[in-house]
């Protein structure tokens, strides 16, 4: 069952995303951060590239500073991989299909995918919150995928052939939290089986178009828009089109196949967590919970300010992301680093304390 309410939650609607520009004293200061995190660029916190966005109610900005891993010059709508970020919409085309009726959050996700990785009789809500008793992917897993994909890095890979890379073993749901994309790759094919469509279609139908969300890729049925920030994955040859390539992007489809610019995962976490294409009663359930992780969701307690703030972190080789959601302020802010493996959150904290002032 869900858990308590936070009491931040989103309650109402939002009102639309602001259509003004925040003004140029503001835009400077916010921009000021940006150059900071390039500044030192082998620091923990530092890249060297950064982009980032803020959308609230009244205002949006966003900027960029530095040079992707080949020394091209960010802009702020160049197109990253955003890796976890995609849970977010894997968790919210679930919540609708629930509340149509499609799907029931409480029986076994085994009744909508026949797989050996289901036979533990573990529900639908607990494959979306990571109690599942299904862990994640082991090093040696990932490296036999990897070994695979760099034979061929082109290839497409459905959402299923990655789990033939599995070994790892299940255990009894007992609400124990295991970070799992394992769990995202069988939701994945339960919204497939339900929907009869590729998750892609069904994400871009339901979410995203309704979100206004025209500069996000969902690899590799979507290949991402230009501008697009130049890799270096080692299981990749030469660029393909798809971040970091089509193998990589296509095995990693339902958790963390997502490409998109700062400005569109600003976008994307406002309109999700301000209960604009999903209803507030099913945003109140992905962010409910007493732990660091609700539905698709993580749950960040007075992190980055007094209120409460909800979305995603993702981490990939040479890219680092984080969406973050304060309902009470109506304010969502990503920031999308050139870099893997960094200390995103402090870049954060930083500028959610400089937003703040400026909201009004």
């Not at 004293?25 to 995190?37: C, F, N, P, V, Y």
């Not at 973050?324 to 050139?338: F, G, H, W, Y």
């Amino acid at each position: 069952m869900p858990g308590p309410t936070p009491p931040t939650a989103v309650r109402t609607a939002f009102p639309a995303p602001g259509n003004r520009d925040l003004d140029p004293s503001g835009a400077e200061r916010l921009q000021d951060l940006l150059t900071k995190i390039t500044a030192y660029p082998d620091s923990p916190s530092g890249s060297r590239g950064v982009t980032a966005a803020v959308v609230t109610d009244h205002w949006t900005w966003s900027g960029a500073a530095g040079t992707d891993i080949r020394g091209t010059p960010l802009r702020p709508d160049t197109t990253m991989p955003v890796a976890d970020i995609t849970k977010t919409f894997v968790a919210a085309e679930v919540m609708q299909l629930a509340n149509a009726g499609r799907l029931n959050l409480e029986l076994p996700l085994s009744r909508y995918v026949a797989h050996p990785l289901t036979r533990n009789n573990a529900t639908v809500r607990q494959h979306l919150s990571m109690t599942a008793g299904v862990p994640d992917f082991d090093g040696s897993d990932i490296r036999a995928l990897e070994r695979t994909i760099a034979a061929a890095p082109s290839r497409r890979w459905s959402l299923a052939e990655a789990l033939d890379y599995y070994t790892g073993r299940i255990q009894p749901p007992d609400d124990s939290f295991y970070y799992s994309n394992v769990s995202y790759i069988l939701l994945g094919l339960m919204i497939e089986n339900i929907t009869g469509q590729p998750l892609a279609a069904a994400l871009r139908h339901d979410l995203a178009d309704p979100a206004g969300l025209r500069h996000a890729a969902f690899q590799d049925a979507e290949k991402p828009q230009p501008p697009v920030v130049q890799d270096d994955n080692e299981s990749c040859g030469a660029p393909d089109g798809y971040l970091p390539c089509r193998g990589v992007a296509s095995a990693a489809a339902a958790f963390a196949g997502l490409a998109a610019d700062a400005p569109t995962v600003a976008r994307w976490g406002y309109q999700l967590y301000g209960g604009r294409v999903v209803p507030g009663d099913l945003v109140r359930q992905m962010t409910a919970g007493d732990g660091e992780y609700g539905l698709g969701t993580m749950r960040f307690t007075r992190q980055f300010g007094s209120a409460d703030a909800y979305g995603h972190g993702g981490d990939l080789p040479d890219h680092t992301s984080l969406l973050v959601v304060i309902p009470q302020q109506r304010v969502s802010i990503a920031v999308i680093l050139a870099d893997g493996g960094r200390n995103i959150y402090r870049s954060m904290s930083e500028l959610a304390r400089a937003v703040q002032p400026l909201l009004g």
